[in-house]
Structures are given as structure tokens and as C-alpha cells.
């Protein structure tokens, strides 16, 4: 795997080579056995956006892996001035073994890994989250023991979450239902993918009808990082696409719950069943660090 940039772009075998990768690297941490197999690597992590977990697990992975990660504000880069994405990509590529970016436009990761000559990792755009889908199916095979034939059940507003668990889902064979308001849908080009998988892929506004039967109920934030301003709109047009004990009720009884953080309790999601399922969400912020390990390895270890 060369890069990272989003998971339209990856096979199936190639989504449970990470995940295994993953398993092991865990399990490795876990019980002291060294896996630095990024000794004396850089990683560049670009943020044009805020982060709490993306940043710091990406930080400690590379630490772990034997490498060391450098973080880099958009605002003191000369991106930030203007600097074209086509140079700065030239130039990290003489000093860094990897780059990890978050940022608005997937054209500019995109543009990294056309113009640069080293492996590229998506940390989140408008468009898509890999990484985070990546530590979610990590965490939902850990606690239902596979993947294959469960039904994933996203509530809210068709994100940049929604766009890359619907991908995810689908190429790792599970049944997924999205309820969004009509006039925020997922991406047509995800849309125009999921529509070659027939009945397994639902799209609905009724949040009972995608929630019926569900094995894992995802939901997000219904303003994201850069729609600060359309805060106030959005609690009134979302107002119910939340996961509450009603939602629940008609998922499996041993229906998972999880949440990228960070959450909004009393938004998308009641504060009691946050609470209920904080084992299986903290897993899933765990995750991360696991699963981003296994993406720098398969990539940055190939070079
Ligand atoms: N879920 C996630 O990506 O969290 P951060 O924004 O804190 O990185
Ligand atoms: N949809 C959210 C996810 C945060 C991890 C955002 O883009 O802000």
C-alpha cells in the first residue's frame, strides 16, 4: 500500500491487512514485545484543523514504531502563506518518510501524494476519515468477533464519518443502513459505489427503519469541524437524528454503540446511553492508535 488517502481506493484484503496488522501490533504493545519497525523514520503531520486523538496517536505510534513524528501547524508552514500544496509536497519528500495531513479539500491530500514521492495518510478531510473507520472495524470485530454479515447503522448528518463508514462497511462485507435528512446526504460518489452493492446499503430519513436490527449504531457531530457557523441551523434540522434509549430499543439487544469523538451529549447522542457504551467508545478512541500504527507500517515500512 502506497499511500493512505481514502478507503474507495483500497481492496478488501488490503482493509484486513490493516486490521490484522493492527491485532498484532496491539497485542505486541500489550505485552512488551518491541515492534520498532519504523526505527529512525519522520513522520510530518500537517494540521489545518483541530484534533485531540489524531494527533496524539499518530505522535505515540510513530514513537513506538522506533520513529519520531513532527507536528506541523498549518499556521506556521508557508501553506499557510500560499505556499502551492505541488512544492511543499516536493520538499517535505526530501527531508520526511511519511506525512500525515488533516484538512479541509481531499484535493489537497491528493494533490500531497501526486506531487510528493513519499507515502501520504489521510487524517481527515471534508470528504473522508479512513483512519477513524479503520480503529472502528478494529473495535467492532474485538467485541462481536468478526465482521462479515452484521449490520452497521449510522444516524445523522452524511459527513465525512458517514462517507467512510458506508465505503468501510461495504468492502468488509457488513449490511449498512444510513438515516440523514434528505438535503444531507452522503457524497454522490460514495452514493454511485454503495449502489453496486444492491440491498445490502439503505439510505433513509427514518432513523427506527436504519436502526431496526442493528448490530452497531455509529453516529458524529451534526456540525463539523469548519460549519461552526451553521451550529444553530443544524440543531434544528438534526434534531432527532440522535441515538437514545428509543433508538435502542429496536436495535439487537447487544447493538454496540460508537462515536468518533469528540461527542456532543444531548445532540447526537443521549448522555445516558454515551455512558452505557463508554467501554466500547473508549476502545474505539484506542483503536486508533493500533490501527494507524499498521498504516505507517504498510506504507512508510515498504520504502
Ligand atoms: N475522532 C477524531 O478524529 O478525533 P480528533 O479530532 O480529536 O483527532
Ligand atoms: N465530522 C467530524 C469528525 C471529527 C472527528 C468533523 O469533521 O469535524
Known amino acids: 500500500m502506497k499511500h493512505l488517502l481514502k478507503l474507495l481506493d483500497l481492496s478488501t484484503e488490503e482493509i484486513l491487512d490493516i486490521l490484522n496488522t493492527a491485532d498484532q501490533l496491539k497485542y505486541e504493545l ?45 499556521r506556521d508552514l508557508q501553506i499557510g502563506r500560499g505556499e502551492p500544496v505541488e512544492d511543499t509536497a516536493r520538499v517535505l519528500s526530501r527531508y520526511l518518510d511519511g506525512i500525515m495531513i488533516r484538512t479541509f479539500e481531499q484535493k489537497e491530500v491528493e494533490d ?58 461495504l468492502k468488509v462485507g457488513m449490511n449498512v443502513a444510513i438515516a440523514c435528512p434528505d438535503a444531507y446526504q452522503p457524497d454522490q460518489q460514495v452514493l ?21 436490527d442493528a448490530d452497531v449504531l455509529f453516529t458524529d457531530v451534526w456540525a463539523s469541524m469548519g460549519q461552526e457557523d451553521e451550529a444553530a441551523a443544524r440543531r434544528e434540522i438534526f434534531k432527532g437524528y440522535q441515538i437514545n434509549n428509543e433508538l435502542m430499543k429496536v436495535a439487537k439487544s447487544d447493538c454496540m454503540v460508537q462515536h468518533c469523538l469528540p461527542a456532543h451529549r444531548g445532540e447526537e447522542i443521549t448522555a445516558d446511553v454515551f455512558e452505557a ?25 515498504q520504502q
Open 192 to 212: 454511485d459505489f454503495a449502489a453496486g452493492y444492491g440491498d445490502k446499503f439503505l439510505m433513509t430519513p427514518d432513523c427506527m427503519e436504519a436502526a431496526a
Open 30 to 74: 500489550k505485552h512488551g514485545i518491541p515492534h520498532r519497525h519504523l526505527e529512525g523514520k519522520t513522520l510530518g503531520m500537517i494540521f489545518q484543523k483541530s484534533s485531540t486523538r489524531t494527533r496524539v496517536s499518530f505522535e505515540t505510534g510513530i514513537y513506538q514504531l522506533g520513529g519520531m513524528g513532527m507536528f506541523l501547524s498549518s
Open 112 to 169: 500531497l501524494a501526486s506531487y510528493g514521492s513519499i507515502p501520504i495518510i489521510n487524517g481527515l478531510t471534508d470528504f473522508c476519515h479512513p483512519c477513524q473507520i479503520l480503529a472502528d472495524m478494529m473495535t467492532v470485530r474485538e467485541h462481536k468477533g468478526y465482521l462479515d454479515g452484521l449490520k452497521m447503522c449510522y444516524i445523522g448528518d452524511g459527513n465525512n464519518m458517514a462517507n467512510s463508514l458506508i465505503v468501510g462497511g
Open 277 to 301: 457504551h463508554a467501554n466500547e467508545i473508549f476502545d474505539e478512541a484506542e483503536n486508533r492508535l493500533h490501527a494507524q500504527k499498521a498504516v505507517m507500517v504498510l506504507t512508510m515500512g
